[in-house]
């Protein structure tokens, strides 16, 4: 059974910075694309960021280009997010998610998702 | 950005009736379009991917249709625990955007 653990969230002053940390288990991780998707208390999800199975292709939303960096580490199995210069629209929960792949063909849904870990941008 | 658009944002149904959820994109995303179903203080789960394929474990009343920048999810009939928010989420150029959601409430 796949399993994601998020940790690292917390409160944080506006214009402050968090790193965010997902440990994968239960799964080949770098075979994996991962995402990580926010959500604002009473909001649907927003998709974050995206990395590649090697870590060399990383995307991100523009409302996060440039503040925020994701990474992997594929020999610990886990997914990061730099956060930097956060604002109180960063308020949200963070979950990291997995790409979903069948035996041959990967698609643009997210099949394995974790608990999430709260980020609260406040001074 | 695809925008994707939702509707309507709030469904209003008994059990036992059919529910239909209708998510538009601003633009074509082919068939690269996903559902989810999100319960309060739980990640959202994955119902339908690629527009008409039931994820692992979703039950046959679970239907989506569609393509291009037109797509619905179908529910057949209502079970107690389908009351929840539903959201469609797409891929394209390796940038993802989910819809805002329509709540599936009880009447």
């Known amino acids: 059974e796949v399993q994601l653990l998020e940790s690292g969230g917390g409160l944080v002053q506006p214009g402050g910075s968090l790193r965010l940390s997902c440990a994968a288990s239960?799964?080949?991780?770098?075979?994996?694309?991962m995402s990580w998707v926010r959500q604002a208390p009473g909001k649907g999800p927003e998709w974050v960021s995206a990395?590649?199975?090697?870590?060399?292709?990383?995307y991100y939303a523009d409302s996060v280009k440039g503040r925020f960096t994701i990474s992997r580490d594929n020999s610990k199995n886990t997914l990061y997010l730099e956060m930097s210069s956060l604002r109180a629209e960063d308020t949200a929960m963070y979950y990291c998610?997995?790409?979903?792949?069948?035996?041959?063909?990967?698609?643009?849904?997210?099949?394995?998702w974790g608990q999430g870990t709260l980020v609260t941008v406040s001074s | 950005e695809i925008v994707l658009t939702q509707s309507p944002a709030t469904l209003s149904l008994s059990p036992g009736e059919r529910a239909t959820l209708s998510c538009r994109a601003s633009?074509?995303?082919?068939?690269?379009l996903a559902w989810y179903q999100q319960k309060p203080g739980q990640p959202p789960r994955l119902l339908i991917y690629?527009?008409?394929n039931r994820a692992t474990g979703i039950p046959a009343r679970f239907s989506g249709s569609g393509s291009g920048t037109d797509f619905t999810l179908v529910i057949s009939s209502l079970e107690p625990e389908d009351f929840a928010a539903y959201y469609c989420?797409?891929?394209?150029?390796?940038?993802?955007?989910f819809g805002q959601g329509t709540k599936l409430e009880i009447k």
């Open positions: 633009q074509s995303v082919s068939s690269s």
């Open positions: 690629d527009a008409s």
């Open positions: 239960g799964l080949t991780f770098n075979n994996y694309a």
């Open positions: 998610a997995k790409r979903y792949c069948s035996t041959s063909t990967c698609y643009g849904a997210f099949d394995s």
């Open positions: 989420q797409q891929r394209t150029d390796s940038m993802y955007s």
């Open positions: 990395i590649g199975t090697t870590g060399s292709g990383t």
